[in-house]
């Protein structure tokens, strides 16, 4: 049986990189609009906190190219780390999609600090706030939990069925 190369694709971190670019076309949008001292923190939907526009624009985007490096950094020393251990047979999970969901799963605290950052940008230009934080926070780490439940259920089913057409042997006593 031939052996799949593990090789690292920008596929691979597609999302994070989309949110970062998404996130720096916010900053190239607003900044112009923002005040150069910009309110952050709110207190009963009043600013009681402020910082300097530059230095909210680098605050807000350093944890975003922070993020995308690291998604990086687990794709590639995950597929250098298979070229040491190759597996033979069919796996029940492809390399390709586990790097795909491993890489791609940083974006959702991305998604927050997007979300954080545009809150920011609308009341400094426009005094209005969107959804609480908080509110937009559950959503984003809910879904996140959907697609991580229905990867898993999906991934079981592979399993099922790999079994069953191995006549119904269990793991253990197959090797």
Do not use: C
Request: no cysteine; glycine share 8%; proline share 5%.
């Amino acid at each position: 049986m031939e052996e799949e190369v593990i090789s690292f694709r920008w596929t691979y971190i597609v999302l994070p990189l989309a949110i970062l670019l998404l996130s720096a076309i916010l900053v190239a949008w607003f900044y112009h609009l923002l005040p150069g001292e910009v309110a952050y923190h709110f207190k009963n939907g009043s600013p009681d906190r402020w910082m300097s526009r530059g230095l909210f624009v680098a605050w807000t985007l350093t944890p975003q190219f922070f993020f995308v490096l690291m998604a990086a950094g687990v794709v590639w020393g995950v597929t250098k780390l298979s070229a040491l251990s190759r597996q033979t047979g069919n796996p029940l999970v492809k390399p390709g999609k586990l790097l795909s969901v491993m890489g791609n799963m940083l974006v959702l605290p991305q998604i927050i600090i997007s979300f954080a950052m545009l809150d920011v940008f609308l009341y400094n230009s426009y005094q209005v706030h969107l959804i609480p934080l908080w509110a937009f926070a559950l959503i984003v780490m809910g879904s996140g939990v959907i697609v991580m439940g229905v990867l898993f259920i999906l991934a079981a089913r592979r399993a099922w069925r790999v079994s069953g057409a191995r006549g119904g042997r269990s793991f253990k006593e197959q090797s």
